[in-house]
């Protein structure tokens, strides 16, 4: 039954791709000139993507990085391995040969539960500045973590958690969180319950490829109007100086999640291509987990080709949904000030708080 229940959710909430797959959906959306991995044995390195010439710093927090004592440097290995396994997260200073400067650290963060677990920190703006890492993470569910993540979660110094599940999903499986932290849990139940879900399904096994497109936007593109007091609550805790590092997630950690991000980033000054390649990343990170789900389509009479769509995202379909709403406010500005009190002051204190 909860399996049952879990796919239902996910057709309900989907904000996925709305179009055939037509191509490889799981190659890496967002690839940065500099990235940092980090695997569960707490062994890092740094991939210079662009075989740029890096001088490398470390500390264990952006602030306590010594730009005066490089860790490696001159170097342009595509690949550089952090010597030692690291219990604590690593942040590292990257300067290029111009002199520019940039903080990294890892943003897929591993664990045995969660697959979907990222930080949304490291983009630039379109003013050259720099989300902050380790402020605000974006998750799948959180009903498995294991003792090692639970560990994990004090490392992260999680403090909040956004739960966007309903009511039914979190019945069904509540957040696991460590019982030995003092952890806030903000629930707020964002999608349909079940009974219009079992009538979605019901209609899932009538629909043609080549009609996923009409039925699927005329509903997802709402998500973030019809649960507009949802994610104004989200923006109180953003600004709350007390509520990061912050979590927020749903259940695959893609479309209820992915349109806060978006929101979130938006109101920082990222560029909406950048934002897009960040929503896309699910499909990365979710690939071993979707085709898990996509049998479940099958058993119940639903053609797998329409679940591979459901259970992917799409930086167009973002797209969609932002152009829904400046039809409708005139500007996503307008929005975000007038439904989720994002005003210029707000907006000015959240990029001085998220921004380095």
Not at 216 to 231: D, H, V
Not at 252 to 274: C, E, H, N, P, Q
Not at 301 to 310: A, E, K, R, S, T
């Amino acid at each position: 039954m909860k399996y049952i229940i879990q796919l239902l959710i996910l057709i309900l909430v989907s904000t996925s791709a709305i179009q055939a797959n037509n191509g490889d959906e799981t190659e890496k959306s967002l690839v940065e000139a500099v990235e940092v991995t980090r695997s569960m044995g707490g062994e890092y390195k740094i991939l210079n993507n662009r075989g740029d010439v890096l001088t490398i710093y470390a500390g264990k927090d952006a602030k306590s990085i010594d730009w005066s004592k490089p860790l490696y440097k001159n170097v342009k290995d595509t690949e550089i391995l952090i010597k030692g396994k690291h219990a604590d997260r690593m942040f590292f200073g990257i300067m290029n040969v111009a002199g520019d400067k940039s903080i990294l650290t890892e943003r897929h963060i591993e664990m045995d539960g969660p697959v979907n677990f990222r930080d949304v920190g490291g983009l630039k703006t379109k003013e050259g500045k720099q989300v902050k890492w380790g402020l605000i993470y974006r998750a799948d569910k959180l009903s498995e973590l294991s003792d090692k993540d639970h560990a994990k979660f004090k490392e992260l110094n999680i403090q909040t958690v956004v739960d966007f599940r309903t009511n039914r999903e979190t019945k069904e499986e509540p957040d696991n969180l460590p019982q030995n932290q003092k952890i806030k849990y903000v629930h707020l139940p964002t999608g349909e319950e079940n009974m219009v879900a079992m009538a979605w399904l019901d209609s899932l096994r009538k629909v043609k490829r080549d009609q996923l497109d009409e039925f699927m936007i005329g509903f997802y593109k709402q998500i973030p109007l019809k649960w507009t007091s949802n994610y104004k609550s989200l923006f109180k805790e953003f600004a709350n100086k007390k509520s990061p590092p912050l979590v927020f997630h749903c259940t695959a950690g893609k479309d209820r999640t992915g349109i806060a991000s978006a929101l979130f980033l938006y109101t920082l000054g990222v560029d909406m291509d950048l934002i897009m390649k960040e929503y896309e990343l699910s499909n990365y990170y979710r690939k071993e987990a979707n085709k898990e789900y996509t049998k479940m389509f099958t058993q119940y009479g639903i053609d797998p080709g329409i679940g591979m769509v459901l259970m992917g995202v799409k930086g167009f379909y973002m797209k969609e949904i932002f152009e829904t709403i400046e039809k409708q406010y005139g500007s996503l500005d307008a929005f975000l000030e007038s439904e989720l009190g994002v005003t210029k002051k707000v907006k000015a204190k959240l990029r001085k708080v998220y921004l380095y």
